[in-house]
């Protein structure tokens, strides 16, 4: 018997067929005389981007004033749960008062790799944390009546042909690294909806793929919530209802509809699951259209952001106890990012802003003497020797000079990856000069993702604000005269040079396959287990105090320390718990994060800390047996200020598995060789060969391949179309603002025709389309049209039957 049983019996298998689709790009179908309620969906994560008028998904019409919060690669570098809880909290009140029920977020994608596009969205290269942020962000959201959406289940590791790309990764890595994120945030967050990946993961699309959606999230988990696609992302809309994703969007219209229609009437799917997905979906839906409503302040939502802004900045470097600033200093302002500061990524997360506070502007409400402000570069990478020499004067006149870097708009959005991790070429010789006349430089980076700091010996100073949202302004200024001390701790490692990154030989994959040859190797489990030297640590970052470990107790159910404020002023650590399996049959990690906790301390106050064991503390995934096991043996117990900056040690026997231990011949693995694995050891790791590209210049192009492959196509019209688009990107990247739709385009597969038209194409019509682009024009001509007479002939059927 059904929950709802009562409601699924008035519907007509029509009505059933249309809920499992959108009614428009942000909302669901209902049908209120049959007790079934719409819900509107809204992208976050770091705010309320819910649009006036048509919704585009991308392009980005304009949408509702609302609380910009720093980005979800900010908020990490808090470390700080109930900071996280409190700004879901303040998230979830303003999407409620906005008339939204299911905010699109947090984003919880593992950082394989620096130069993925959408970084600034996800919170870390480590699967624990990103789990603990993610779980403690959705019980706050969700305490307002309204679901968390976690996402992009799972894998999903470049924006580069994001919708037909196929993440091939080894069982374990996957539950171990990818898929661990999200079993927090489901399990701890007790998410309502999450959503699915473009992506495939080992030849199946995640929104189809029953391992991923049912298996683990459901069976294993224990998820109660509703599964929906990414916008377009659905890729065979019969195969994603049979195994478990329960809303196609956006909207498809009546294609969608009557997929599932002729599936039921054919066989190829069972009514019953149909009707399971009906009700698992009518089960949140209903409980979301009963919250009340909520007042919003948007002045104390303002000062929230501004001090979850100032709780994640990171102070990276501070030669000479150069900051905090004295009372009086002669500062220089210098950057365009001082007087439009870059604050948000780009894409489908773009917030319109409630206010926007600015350095120059709010600058004077501090005690310093600001002798002036330089712009210093063009934030289109374009050279300016002028604004150079007018920084270069202003700079020989003061004490300290406050040069603003980061990255502009189009070296990170969504859609595009990037093509290196160097700041931009005028900004970097910006800073030559102006350390040619002063060696009192404090630079104030701006960007959401990893960036080359090789020149931080040319500066005394460096503090990280990251992406800090609307208020990150005044935020970094509390930090910078020591109106707060900074307590931020990076959430990823910076490496040398990119190319240290064992993914980055092939990143982003071109073609149709991504390797994770890596395996558990991504991030600080790499360099740690290599020894490879990095810039700067996972976990690190300096304070205006210090901080002193001592009285290590391990225990059964976890470790007892104590922590002590020896500096002159008041501060908070993060402390950092990391196992390390000794005497091991697997290949593992040198140190795993397995615990943290965030201690405010007086100065010269001490404290005893207590870090608790949980389920994942020693577990790892045994792929002979398919389940989370502890391999028995003893563990290293390793507390420290950053993964490499370790104070105290200890070790802890287990008991647990000693049979049925996989061995395999993967040397690579074992030494942690890992910049290029060959194939026949990847492939051992697999447990099955190494897919191999099968598409060339020239062939055919199939249904799943990208638009931008009609570059290659034989039909002249369909490269000029080509053309056309790389042409519109170019000058986009020019003007130096992504544009969104084109890039949703150019990385689109033909068949997400059929899914982000509004039902006006379905499937038989893109068969038609792909005809004509390989060169067939008149016989595709004609089959599209045929097709749309089909289409229009059965869509009358359906309304006039009332199926």
């Excluded at 996957?174 to 699915?196: C, D, L, N, P, W």
């Excluded at 008991?655 to 051992?684: C, K």
């Amino acid at each position: 018997m059904l929950k709802h049983q009562e409601i699924i019996d008035r519907l007509t298998l029509a009505q059933k067929a249309a809920l499992m689709s959108g009614r428009t790009t942000w909302e669901t179908v209902d049908f209120e005389e049959e007790g079934v309620p719409s819900i509107f969906l809204s992208d976050g994560p770091h705010g309320i981007r819910k649009q006036e008028g048509a919704g585009d998904h991308l392009g980005l019409n304009a949408s509702v004033p609302a609380t910009c919060f720093p980005t979800a690669a900010t908020l990490a570098n808090s470390w700080d749960q109930d900071l996280l809880e409190e700004v879901g909290s303040a998230l979830g009140a303003e999407a409620n008062k906005l008339g939204v029920n299911v905010v699109l977020g947090p984003g919880l994608n593992i950082k394989r790799n620096p130069m993925c596009g959408r970084n600034f969205e996800y919170y870390s290269e480590d699967p624990y944390q990103a789990g603990k942020m993610a779980a403690a962000m959705i019980r706050g959201i969700q305490s307002q009546g309204v679901a968390a959406c976690p996402k992009h289940f799972a894998a999903n590791s470049q924006e580069l042909k994001r919708m037909s790309s196929d993440s091939v990764v080894d069982e374990r890595t996957f539950r171990e690294i990818y898929t661990t994120g999200f079993e927090i945030a489901v399990k701890e967050g007790q998410a309502k909806s999450i959503m699915t990946a473009y992506n495939k993961i080992n030849g199946i699309y995640a929104n189809e793929d029953r391992h991923l959606l049912r298996d683990i999230l459901r069976d294993e988990w224990g998820f109660d919530g509703f599964v929906v696609s990414d916008w377009g992302g659905s890729n065979n809309h019969v195969l994603g209802v049979e195994n478990g994703s329960h809303l196609e969007m956006p909207s498809t219209g009546t294609v969608g509809q009557r997929e599932l229609i002729d599936a039921v009437a054919s066989g190829r799917l069972n009514e019953a699951e149909l009707n399971e997905r009906v009700d698992e979906f009518l089960d949140v839906i209903l409980e979301l259209a009963e919250a009340d409503k909520v007042t919003v302040d948007m002045e104390a939502q303002h000062r929230l952001a501004q001090k979850a802004a100032r709780e994640s900045i990171v102070l990276l470097k501070n030669e000479d106890n150069i900051l905090p600033l004295s009372p009086k200093t002669k500062v220089a302002l210098v950057g365009e990012f001082a007087s439009e500061p870059r604050y948000q990524g780009a894409g489908s997360s773009l917030i319109n802003p409630s206010k926007l506070d600015k350095t120059i502007d709010i600058i004077k409400d501090y005690d310093l003497d600001v002798l002036g402000v330089a712009k210093g570069y063009e934030r289109t990478d374009m050279a300016n020797q002028v604004l150079v020499s007018e920084a270069v004067e202003l700079s020989k006149k003061a004490d300290v000079t406050l040069l603003y870097l980061g990255l502009d708009e189009i070296s990170e959005s969504e859609g595009l990856d990037r093509h290196h991790i160097s700041l931009p070429t005028n900004q970097l010789t910006l800073l030559d000069e102006l350390s040619k006349v002063t060696d009192k430089i404090i630079v104030v980076l701006s960007a959401g993702s990893v960036v080359d700091l090789n020149w931080d010996v040319k500066v005394k100073g460096l503090v990280h604000g990251y992406l800090s949202g609307q208020a990150g302004a005044g935020a970094m200024l509390d930090v910078l005269t020591g109106l707060y001390n900074p307590s931020g701790k990076l959430s990823e490692t910076y490496p040398l040079a990119i190319s240290d990154v064992p993914s980055s030989l092939d990143y982003p994959a071109q073609g149709d396959y991504s390797l994770y040859r890596e395996g558990l190797y991504v991030g600080y489990r790499y360099f740690e287990t290599a020894q490879t030297p990095v810039k700067y640590p996972y976990g690190y970052g300096l304070s205006y105090t210090n901080f002193a470990y001592s009285d290590l107790v391990i225990l059964e159910n976890g470790v007892r320390f104590t922590l002590t404020n020896t500096g002159n002023c008041a501060g908070s650590e993060v402390a950092q718990l990391y196992i390390g399996a000794g005497a091991s049959n697997l290949y593992r990690a040198r140190k795993e994060l397995k615990g943290f906790a965030k201690v405010y301390l007086e100065a010269g106050e001490s404290q005893q800390v207590f870090i608790g064991f949980d389920d994942k503390t020693f577990r790892y995934y045994n792929t002979l047996t398919r389940r989370f096991e502890v391999e028995a043996g003893v563990y290293d117990i390793m507390l420290g200020s950053s993964v490499s900056d370790i104070r105290l040690t200890g070790q802890m026997a287990q008991e647990g598995t000693t049979e049925n231990i996989p061995e395999l011949d993967l040397p690579s693995y074992y030494t942690a060789s890992v910049l290029n694995v060959p194939d026949e050891e990847f492939a051992r790791l697999l447990g099955r060969s190494v897919p191999k590209e099968n598409w060339i210049k020239g062939q055919k192009l199939r249904i799943n391949d990208a638009l931008s492959q009609m570059a290659f196509a034989k039909s002249g019209l369909a490269r000029l179309v080509a053309r056309i688009l790389r042409r519109l990107l170019a000058r986009a990247e020019k003007n130096g603002k992504p544009d969104l739709n084109l890039l949703f385009l150019y990385n689109m597969p033909f068949r997400a025709l059929a899914k982000m038209t509004g039902g006006n194409i379905d499937m038989a019509m893109v068969e038609g389309i792909l005809t004509i682009v390989n060169g067939h024009f008149w016989r595709g001509l004609s089959q599209t049209f045929k097709a749309f007479r089909q289409k229009r002939k059965a869509d009358r059927a359906l309304v006039a039957k009332k199926v």
